[in-house]
């Protein structure tokens, strides 16, 4: 059967149309839609007699947007050559639309890619027209740096290529102007950065390319590919952004900058970090519209929510919080002192860097280079009669004994310090030689946390909990008393990731998880008599703390965060 008997069993021609269109195809060299679409027939009616003659479901794509996480699948110049496009992710299959279903080395290409991949495909038919709009999905970021790099060839004569590449040449790399094509792709990186929520923008020379990687909830995809010899003068335009020295490229350099995208304004910290091949660049966002989070949107359990609201009403003491570089402590420190009174107490803060602006709040730049450490900057600090004092980090001796010595004289101090869990706050202030006499009436609370993806909306698979996620929470929540086991919302299944073609990762945004440990008077003579890590879990687990792993168990109780999360942890 072929289209024309399809077309004419579904009455959309006539038998008597057949032998005249089949003489119009032949005069078209053997085009048998051009012979129906100039006979007057619609494009929808042709594509769908072709759906039934293919076997193949029909997929109309009208009012859709592929994302780039699906677009990344498959090459642009690959769909454009074969014309077959990538439309979403479905139970782990990619689905794939395609014009033509006779074209076999179109075939053959999605069984490359898909054994590339490790991903089986699901095939759909699409129209011209839908097709048409997916390529021009591929226009975006790299569309608009493709078309300036096209500039930048036209602007770039043998000399002016040469010094691009980093070569002598007469004139400097200052000369960049508003409409210069490096300035174009810089603006466009920045602008798709900030419009997909990225949290950091990694620029690299890796040798023969320029990788351009975007963070997105916590994970690099690199986003754009650029020739080496447009290096320099990007690595100059960032430069010139965050007012750094262009002719120092062998130490490394902070800076910042501020730009307004698409009505927000965006703050930019950069740091750049001499390698192998050049410079790399490293862009931190900072949407200061976005402001500080809530602190009841932070993820705290109920408990650990009245714990942490009944500390900062503390009128001295010590707050920690530790976790790794990258795990929300600056943003739960934040939504912290933005709860504060700040106006009838004097706030101040030292900070490396300066994230986000607090109303209210006195916030200090700290220097290193120039000798304004967080020990000489809270040696300051309490000559400006403070009540509440933020240290952004401890990091040795001297900050650690400045900030137990601040909380002793009636001051509120919050702060981080680098541990793996609660627990280990009173041994590591400890070892920076904090004496034990001096924590127990100091530390209020020591906190741990980390990040972890939160599963998209109306989606994730269920699985019964039973086997090994059974095995692993009865061990994880063993020697939690029962007293407060019975709190715990046991559930009967969790969700484990399922991407699908609204969320192709299956992911989307972050939430902390928490670990707290509150100073009582058992922890108090534990600390006196024998403060190891293990005797400090034990005290903290009879308060009814929860661990970091057993937040996120009941943050996948509550069908938050996937299960996957949870063996991250």
């Known amino acids: 059967m072929t289209l024309l008997d399809i077309l004419a069993k579904k009455g ?7 032998h005249a269109l089949t003489e119009r195809a032949n005069a078209l060299g053997g085009d048998i839609e051009s012979a ?3 006979y007057g027939l619609k494009r929808e009616d042709i594509v769908a007699g072709k759906a039934e003659l293919y076997g193949i479901p029909l997929q109309n794509l009208e009012g859709k947007d592929i994302s780039f996480d699906v677009l990344k699948y498959v090459p642009e110049e690959s769909a454009a050559f074969y014309r077959f496009a990538p439309i979403g992710v479905s139970d782990g299959a990619l689905l794939l639309g395609i014009v033509d279903p006779d074209n076999l080395e179109a075939l053959d290409a999605i069984s490359f890619i898909s054994s590339k991949l490790g991903m089986p495909y699901k095939l759909f038919l699409i129209s011209e027209d839908d097709f048409e709009k997916v390529l021009q999905s591929y226009k975006g970021l790299s569309g608009e740096v493709t078309k300036a790099l096209s500039e930048l060839e036209t602007e770039l004569g043998p000399e002016k290529a040469a010094r691009a590449s980093g070569m002598p040449g007469a004139a400097t790399e200052t ?10 792709i810089v603006a466009t990186i920045l602008h798709y950065a900030a419009e997909g929520n990225a949290s950091d923008i990694h620029i690299e020379h890796m040798g023969e390319e320029i990788r351009v990687r975007f963070r997105v909830d916590g994970i690099l995809n690199t986003s754009l590919l650029l020739p ?7 690595l100059a335009r960032i430069k010139i952004l965050s007012n750094m020295r262009l002719d120092e490229k062998r130490k490394p350099q902070d800076g910042r900058f501020s730009a307004r995208i698409e009505g927000h304004r965006i703050d930019f910290r950069v740091s750049t970090f001499p390698s192998y091949y050049g410079e790399k660049a ?14 009841q949107e932070m993820g705290l359990s109920e408990r650990n929510f009245s714990l942490v609201r009944e ?6 003491g010590m707050i920690l919080i530790s976790g790794p570089t ?4 600056s943003t739960t420190l934040y939504a912290m002192l933005n709860e504060l009174d700040r106006e009838k107490s004097n706030v101040l803060s030292l900070e490396d860097p300066v994230e986000y602006n607090i109303p209210g709040v006195s916030q200090s730049q700290i220097r290193p280079e120039i000798g304004y450490t967080f020990a000489t900057g809270l040696r300051h600090t309490l000559r400006q009669d403070p009540d509440i004092i933020m240290v952004g980090e401890i990091r040795d001796k001297e900050t650690a004994q400045l900030a137990v010595q601040a909380a002793l004289t009636g001051h509120l101090v919050f702060s981080t310090i680098h541990t793996n869990n609660a627990s280990g706050v009173i041994p590591r202030l400890i070892d920076m030689g904090v004496d034990p006499f001096l924590i127990a009436p100091t530390l209020i609370l020591a906190i741990a946390q980390r990040l972890v993806q939160l599963i998209c909306p109306d989606s994730g698979k269920a699985v019964p909990v039973d086997g090994s996620i059974k095995a692993l929470i009865d061990t994880e929540f063993r020697d939690l008393s029962e007293q407060f086991r019975k709190d715990i919302p046991f559930a009967k299944d969790v969700l484990q990731l399922e991407v699908t073609a609204r969320c192709p990762k299956g992911t989307r945004g972050r939430v902390a998880v928490f670990e707290i440990l509150k100073m009582d008077r058992e922890l108090e003579e534990v600390i006196l008599k024998n403060p190891a890590e293990s005797e400090v879990r034990r005290v903290g687990r009879k308060q009814g703390m929860l661990t970091m792993k057993e937040d996120a168990v009941v943050k996948a109780f509550r069908h938050e965060i996937p299960w996957e999360e949870v063996n991250k942890l």
């Not at 080496?228 to 990007?234: G, M, W």
């Not at 990258?326 to 402590?329: D, F, I, R």
């Open 12 to 18: 959309i021609i006539t038998e008597a149309d057949i």
């Open 36 to 38: 129906l679409m100039n």
């Open 175 to 184: 000369h960049i102007t508003e409409d210069a094509p490096v300035t174009k």
């Open 228 to 234: 080496t010899k447009v290096h320099a003068a990007l």
């Open 282 to 295: 490293v862009m931190r966002i900072l949407d200061t519209e976005k402001g500080v989070k809530p602190l």
């Open 311 to 316: 500390a900062i009403q503390k009128p001295y």
């Open 326 to 329: 990258g795990s929300g402590k």
